[in-house]
């Protein structure tokens, strides 16, 4: 027996029908990179290694007390304003393109002081298209219906979204309904939007694999995923390594935080379980 459909339910057939549909030889373009960390050589041509690209998301993650946040800032400083040298090799893509970064776990106090860092780091008393808000206060619903609304509705011609974090839009990064349900929002919105997000969430205890139902769900559909580990050698040091990406990886970095409280990428600095360490100032 054929099932029974609503007037709402064909809209949706057919939209699906117009924007999903995909010729395999039709050419596709290579989405456009957001941020990247290093180039490469392909067919005689460079190319920049993407942290992530416009149409897609990302997510960082490490143990506690790997300045995750910290790492957070230094991209969005580098995305705000390419010219600063803390990010080493770091380049942002911005052309033009705003940026949204949303705090979902500080109090204002400390959401402001993550928020200032790219003016620190840029030496500069303003951007413009620059979006910053602290959630903290609001209910996880409150929280996803809010970015949904100021992406759809305010924020204008922008080009990256930082959510920072993402186990504070779910009740329980266990529950496997609204863990879909949360990551089917990042894929809409970067679709629907052509941006990039970037997220942030907690690594299991004791292993390299993000929190919960969340984090898996998050492995299976994300551009890059970003892992942050303590240097073993290096103690004010955190090693960045490209865990899984759909494209090129980018090469494993480290950066420090300066005296100032500043993030900085400080070159190649490879575990000392691998080999000797050599550590260059960029």
Request: aromatic share 12%; net charge negative; hydrophobic share 35%.
């Amino acid at each position: 027996m054929a099932n029974e459909y609503t007037e709402k339910d064909y809209k949706l057939f057919e939209e699906i029908n117009e924007n999903g549909r995909v010729d395999p030889f039709q050419k596709v373009e290579y989405p456009p990179v957001a941020i990247s960390m290093g180039e490469t050589m392909m067919g005689g041509k460079s190319f920049p290694i993407p942290l992530g690209t416009y149409g897609n998301f990302s997510f960082v993650y490490g143990p506690p007390k790997t300045r995750k946040t910290f790492l957070i800032s230094l991209m969005s400083s580098v995305y705000l304003n390419d010219k600063v040298s803390f990010g080493g090799a770091m380049r942002g893509h911005r052309e033009g393109k705003g940026l949204l970064h949303i705090d979902t776990e500080q109090g204002k106090f400390h959401a402001s002081k993550v928020f200032r860092r790219p003016f620190e780091i840029a030496n500069k008393d303003s951007f413009d298209n620059y979006h910053t808000f602290a959630l903290r206060q609001y209910s996880f619903e409150q929280r996803l219906q809010f970015i949904d609304y100021y992406l759809y509705n305010v924020a204008e011609n922008l080009g990256v979204c930082i959510i920072d974090g993402i186990a504070d839009l779910v009740s329980d990064v266990n529950d496997i309904n609204q863990s879909n349900i949360c990551v089917q929002y990042l894929m809409k919105w970067t679709q629907e939007l052509n941006i990039h997000i970037i997220t942030v969430i907690h690594s299991n205890f004791g292993s390299d694999k993000p929190s919960g139902h969340l984090g898996s769900f998050l492995e299976k559909k994300a551009e890059s995923q970003i892992l942050l580990e303590q240097n073993t050698k290096h103690e004010n040091m955190v090693t960045v390594s490209c865990k899984r990406s759909r494209g090129f990886p980018f090469e494993k970095f480290s950066f420090s935080v300066n005296e100032y409280g500043l993030p900085q990428v400080v070159g190649d600095l490879y575990d000392p379980l691998e080999g000797m360490n050599f550590v260059k100032v960029v």
